[in-house]
């Protein structure tokens, strides 16, 4: 039986690479893979998948306004397992629609992406993952400090936590810094926002 994935972690957690490294396992057995991100992450070119540690592939961008179960029937209904990077910046409605490929085609579907943005607050696409995947599973990484990252802090040019601002906000290394929750607070309370 098919299940819906959803692997979360902060900033430099590795989800890029461990959706990169399970699409190779899967193409390794001899099945095929749709890999998809939301076309709002262009960072690295629009139909690339790349992480930091500089693994990459071909991925299909996917905008908001697209239906992911349309593409799924007209272009990738040979696929044996759809992952996606980035999935907090995918819309409700597309996460709805990889929970019903997952029911009505058995085709197992794997979300990587952030839980929460620089304020601590869920993203649409990841609360509603958290609200209907069969398996939910944090990937860990690490604070300066050593404690467990939970924040994805961004920062300013001069490296001060900023505390206001959109939702989105593209960046790596160079906006964020993955931080434990007491770190964070810290920073904010140093009036470095």
Not at 150 to 174: C, F, H, P, W, Y
């Amino acid at each position: 039986m098919a299940k819906l994935y959803f692997k979360y972690g902060a900033m430099g957690s590795s989800k890029t690479a461990q959706a990169l490294i399970t699409k190779f396992n899967y193409e390794e057995r001899g099945m095929r893979v749709w890999l998809i991100k939301p076309a709002t992450d262009n960072r690295d070119g629009e139909m690339i998948l790349r992480s930091r540690i500089g693994l990459a592939q071909d991925c299909t961008p996917i905008s908001a306004d697209q239906s992911i179960l349309r593409l799924f029937k007209d272009e990738h209904s040979e696929c044996d397992v759809i992952i996606s990077d980035e999935c907090q910046f995918f819309t409700p409605e597309q996460v709805n629609e990889m929970r019903a490929i997952v029911d009505e085609y058995n085709i197992p579907v794997l979300c990587f992406g952030l839980r929460t943005d620089f304020l601590t607050k869920l993203f649409p696409g990841s609360m509603r993952l958290f609200e209907v995947a069969d398996s939910i599973a944090e990937i860990k990484t690490i604070c300066k400090c050593g404690s467990k990252a939970t924040v994805n802090a961004r920062i300013s040019e001069d490296g001060k936590v900023v505390t206001k601002g959109s939702q989105v906000m593209l960046g790596g290394n160079d906006a964020y810094i993955a931080m434990c929750h007491r770190c964070y607070i810290e920073e904010i309370k140093k009036g470095n926002n």
